[in-house]
């Protein structure tokens, strides 16, 4: 008997001891001509990853700094497996940290241990466990935020234990049609929630705006070859921009060729 693609898929979730979540239906959050968003329904579940800044605690020094953290209940350079149900762009290199410096394109860090380079200023450092297809792993201990100042300044960017924030993530760089026809949306949230009649993530989608009111990743499908733009912004229930130096993501850009 021919064995099918999905049955291997779940025998390979099996194997790896990480159970996978699956919503009953997809909903679809946004729809224009041929670009659909709606919400992914596969992930691989890691309820007690947890990823822990060991050093630099507060001082560090303009130019290459060492970061250590610690990463526990999670492997990085493993292969997510749900990665082969959701065809999105997979990193050959599997799991893995996402390093954000000041809400800029983040650094993709496969050990724990790595060098960073830092201008004079102060700094908001976001740092949490990938999947290796990108995704986020969202829970308490999958993240760490950490300001630092460097030089004269004195101005700190946030209240890091109360002020709410938003992170972009993906979409990233390039992406190669044949290979990926679906693009996955995703962003981290420090000190909030979404919901329906709380607050919410606008995305402006190629000048498009829809909201979305839940903190899980999103799949964009039937984008055409060429550039795109996209931005989010944290904004609560009366559509109103929640203040925040990073809840703004700017205008990011990424390509279909």
Same mark, same amino acid.
């Given at each position: 008997?021919?064995?099918?693609?999905?049955?291997?898929?779940?025998?390979?979730?099996?194997?790896?001891?990480?159970?996978?979540?699956?919503?009953?239906?997809? #909903?679809?959050?946004?729809?224009?001509?041929?670009?659909?968003v709606?919400?992914?329904?596969?992930?691989?579940?890691?309820?007690?990853?947890?990823?822990?800044?060991?050093? #630099?605690?507060?001082?560090?020094?303009?130019?290459?700094n060492?970061?250590?953290?610690?990463?526990?209940?999670?492997?990085?350079?493993?292969?997510s497996?749900?990665?082969?149900?959701?065809?999105?762009?997979?990193?050959?290199? &599997?799991?893995?940290?996402?390093?954000?410096?000041?809400?800029?394109?983040?650094?993709?860090?496969?050990?724990?241990?790595?060098?960073?380079?830092?201008t004079? &200023?102060?700094?908001l450092?976001?740092?949490?466990?990938? *999947?290796?297809?990108?995704?986020?792993?969202k829970?308490?201990?999958?993240?760490?935020?950490? /300001?630092?100042?460097?030089?004269?300044? /004195?101005?700190?960017?946030?209240?890091?234990?109360?002020?709410?924030?938003?992170?972009?993530? *993906?979409?990233?760089?390039?992406?190669?049609?044949?290979?990926?026809k679906?693009?996955?949306?995703?962003?981290?949230?420090?000190?909030?929630?979404?919901?329906?009649?709380?607050?919410?993530? *606008?995305?402006?989608?190629?000048?498009d705006?829809?909201?979305?009111?839940?903190? /899980? #990743?999103?799949?964009?499908?039937?984008?055409?070859?060429?550039?795109?733009?996209?931005?989010?912004?944290?904004?609560?229930?009366?559509?109103?921009?929640?203040? &925040?130096?990073?809840?703004?993501?700017?205008? *990011?850009?990424?390509?279909?060729?």
């Open positions: 008997m021919k064995i099918s693609k999905l049955i291997l898929a779940i025998a390979a979730l099996i194997f790896f001891g990480c159970s996978v979540h699956k919503d009953a239906k997809s #909903p679809l959050i946004f729809k224009n001509n041929s670009i659909k709606y919400a992914k329904i596969t992930t691989d579940e890691f309820p007690k990853a947890s990823l822990t800044l060991l050093t #630099p605690d507060s001082i560090v020094a303009v130019g290459n060492k970061f250590n953290y610690e990463v526990s209940d999670y492997s990085l350079k493993n292969q497996p749900s990665a082969i149900i959701n065809s999105l762009a997979n990193s050959a290199k &599997g799991q893995h940290i996402h390093f954000i410096v000041d809400n800029k394109p983040y650094q993709a860090k496969y050990e724990p241990n790595f060098n960073a380079e830092l004079p &200023g102060p700094h450092i976001l740092a949490f466990l990938s *999947r290796s297809f990108h995704e986020s792993v829970t308490e201990e999958a993240f760490s935020l950490k /300001q630092y100042l460097l030089g004269d300044t /004195q101005h700190l960017i946030a209240n890091i234990d109360n002020d709410e924030m938003l992170f972009y993530s *993906r979409p990233k760089g390039t992406y190669n049609l044949e290979n990926s679906k693009v996955l949306l995703d962003f981290y949230l420090v000190n909030t929630k979404l919901s329906k009649n709380g607050n919410k993530v *606008r995305v402006i989608l190629n000048g705006s829809f909201n979305v009111d839940e903190w /899980q #990743p999103y799949i964009i499908e039937g984008l055409t070859v060429g550039e795109h733009t996209i931005q989010i912004e944290l904004i609560d229930n009366k559509g109103i921009a929640i203040p &925040g130096t990073y809840n703004n993501s700017d205008l *990011r850009k990424f390509i279909i060729k």
